[in-house]
Protein backbone atom coordinates (compact mmCIF):
# COMPACT_ATOMS: atom_id res chain seq x y z
CA UNK A 1 0.00 0.00 0.00
CA UNK A 2 1.61 3.23 -1.06
CA UNK A 3 0.97 6.49 1.31
CA UNK A 4 -1.45 9.21 0.49
CA UNK A 5 0.02 10.99 -2.64
CA UNK A 6 3.02 9.29 -3.09
CA UNK A 7 3.68 9.00 -6.91
CA UNK A 8 3.30 5.91 -8.78
CA UNK A 9 4.63 5.00 -12.66
CA UNK A 10 5.63 2.81 -15.03
CA UNK A 11 6.40 2.47 -18.65
CA UNK A 12 5.06 -0.38 -21.11
CA UNK A 13 5.66 -0.58 -24.71
CA UNK A 14 3.82 1.18 -27.47
CA UNK A 15 1.68 -1.97 -28.95
CA UNK A 16 1.40 -2.95 -32.67
CA UNK A 17 -0.23 0.53 -33.62
CA UNK A 18 2.38 2.55 -33.23
CA UNK A 19 5.73 1.79 -35.60
CA UNK A 20 8.68 0.36 -34.24
CA UNK A 21 10.94 -2.41 -33.13
CA UNK A 22 8.01 -4.24 -31.11
CA UNK A 23 5.82 -4.69 -34.13
CA UNK A 24 8.21 -5.39 -35.94
CA UNK A 25 9.56 -8.44 -34.23
CA UNK A 26 5.98 -9.37 -33.36
CA UNK A 27 4.56 -9.07 -37.12
CA UNK A 28 7.75 -10.98 -38.18
CA UNK A 29 7.26 -13.60 -36.24
CA UNK A 30 3.24 -13.78 -36.95
CA UNK A 31 4.81 -13.97 -40.82
CA UNK A 32 7.53 -16.09 -41.00
CA UNK A 33 7.11 -17.91 -37.59
CA UNK A 34 6.32 -21.45 -37.42
CA UNK A 35 2.74 -21.26 -36.34
CA UNK A 36 2.96 -24.43 -34.13
CA UNK A 37 5.23 -22.41 -31.95
CA UNK A 38 2.96 -20.54 -29.52
CA UNK A 39 2.83 -19.19 -25.67
CA UNK A 40 0.03 -20.13 -23.55
CA UNK A 41 -2.36 -17.61 -22.91
CA UNK A 42 -0.44 -14.39 -21.24
CA UNK A 43 -1.95 -11.04 -21.35
CA UNK A 44 -1.11 -8.31 -24.19
CA UNK A 45 2.61 -7.05 -23.12
CA UNK A 46 1.72 -3.39 -24.29
CA UNK A 47 -2.20 -3.38 -22.51
CA UNK A 48 -1.47 -1.41 -19.60
CA UNK A 49 0.04 1.34 -22.25
CA UNK A 50 -3.51 1.90 -23.02
CA UNK A 51 -5.93 4.12 -21.66
CA UNK A 52 -8.86 2.15 -21.87
CA UNK A 53 -7.19 -0.20 -20.06
CA UNK A 54 -4.50 1.42 -17.85
CA UNK A 55 -6.73 4.42 -16.58
CA UNK A 56 -9.75 2.09 -15.06
CA UNK A 57 -7.11 -0.26 -13.79
CA UNK A 58 -5.28 2.21 -11.53
CA UNK A 59 -8.47 4.11 -10.28
CA UNK A 60 -9.80 0.84 -9.41
CA UNK A 61 -6.90 0.46 -7.11
CA UNK A 62 -7.06 3.95 -5.67
CA UNK A 63 -5.37 5.70 -7.92
CA UNK A 64 -6.02 9.74 -9.16
CA UNK A 65 -4.28 12.27 -10.91
CA UNK A 66 -3.73 9.62 -13.69
CA UNK A 67 -2.06 10.93 -17.01
CA UNK A 68 -0.21 9.32 -19.90
CA UNK A 69 2.55 10.58 -22.33
CA UNK A 70 4.22 9.12 -25.49
CA UNK A 71 7.67 8.89 -25.26
CA UNK A 72 9.68 8.66 -28.63
CA UNK A 73 12.74 6.24 -26.96
CA UNK A 74 15.17 4.71 -29.19
CA UNK A 75 18.05 2.07 -29.31
CA UNK A 76 20.90 3.14 -30.63
CA UNK A 77 22.98 0.01 -32.68
CA UNK A 78 25.45 -0.23 -34.94
CA UNK A 79 23.56 -3.74 -35.49
CA UNK A 80 19.95 -4.09 -37.59
CA UNK A 81 19.67 -7.18 -35.93
CA UNK A 82 19.55 -5.52 -32.43
CA UNK A 83 15.64 -6.02 -31.95
CA UNK A 84 16.17 -9.61 -33.16
CA UNK A 85 18.91 -10.45 -30.45
CA UNK A 86 16.95 -8.34 -27.64
CA UNK A 87 13.87 -10.39 -27.79
CA UNK A 88 15.56 -13.64 -28.65
CA UNK A 89 17.89 -13.08 -25.31
CA UNK A 90 16.24 -10.41 -23.30
CA UNK A 91 12.38 -11.09 -22.97
CA UNK A 92 10.60 -14.09 -21.41
CA UNK A 93 7.64 -14.45 -24.36
CA UNK A 94 9.73 -13.08 -27.30
CA UNK A 95 12.51 -15.64 -26.59
CA UNK A 96 9.63 -18.45 -25.60
CA UNK A 97 8.34 -17.72 -29.67
CA UNK A 98 11.73 -16.96 -31.10
CA UNK A 99 14.24 -19.82 -29.76
CA UNK A 100 12.61 -23.29 -30.61
CA UNK A 101 12.22 -21.83 -34.10
CA UNK A 102 13.36 -23.97 -37.13
CA UNK A 103 16.40 -22.35 -38.28
CA UNK A 104 14.98 -21.34 -41.26
CA UNK A 105 12.15 -19.46 -39.47
CA UNK A 106 14.81 -17.86 -37.65
CA UNK A 107 16.51 -16.80 -40.06
CA UNK A 108 13.02 -15.03 -42.40
CA UNK A 109 12.10 -13.20 -38.70
CA UNK A 110 15.42 -11.57 -38.70
CA UNK A 111 15.60 -10.44 -41.94
CA UNK A 112 12.37 -8.95 -41.91
CA UNK A 113 13.26 -7.41 -38.71
CA UNK A 114 16.54 -6.11 -40.72
CA UNK A 115 14.31 -4.85 -43.97
CA UNK A 116 12.73 -2.72 -41.37
CA UNK A 117 15.10 -1.03 -39.63
CA UNK A 118 16.84 -0.25 -42.64
CA UNK A 119 13.73 0.89 -44.51
CA UNK A 120 13.28 3.28 -41.18
CA UNK A 121 17.07 3.82 -40.28
CA UNK A 122 18.64 3.79 -43.02
CA UNK A 123 21.83 2.21 -44.41
CA UNK A 124 24.02 3.71 -42.16
CA UNK A 125 26.21 2.06 -39.14
CA UNK A 126 25.09 4.59 -35.95
CA UNK A 127 21.12 3.16 -36.38
CA UNK A 128 18.54 4.87 -34.23
CA UNK A 129 16.33 2.60 -33.50
CA UNK A 130 12.73 3.21 -32.24
CA UNK A 131 11.37 1.99 -29.17
CA UNK A 132 8.44 3.78 -28.31
CA UNK A 133 6.73 4.05 -24.81
CA UNK A 134 3.76 5.22 -23.15
CA UNK A 135 5.20 6.23 -19.24
CA UNK A 136 1.55 6.24 -17.26
CA UNK A 137 1.70 8.41 -13.60
CA UNK A 138 -0.62 8.03 -10.83
CA UNK A 139 -1.03 9.63 -7.47
CA UNK A 140 -2.06 7.29 -4.43
CA UNK A 141 -5.23 8.44 -2.75
Known sequence: MLRKGTQF???????????????????????HG???????????????????VAFPALREVGFSDISAESVPSVWISDDPTTPYHYFHEGTVCGGALLRPQPAASKQAICLSIIGKV??????GDKLSIPMPAVLVSASAV
Open 9 to 31: AYSVWCGLEVEGAFGWVVRAIQQ
Open 34 to 52: DGAISLRPVPDATVFGTLE
Open 118 to 123: REHCGP
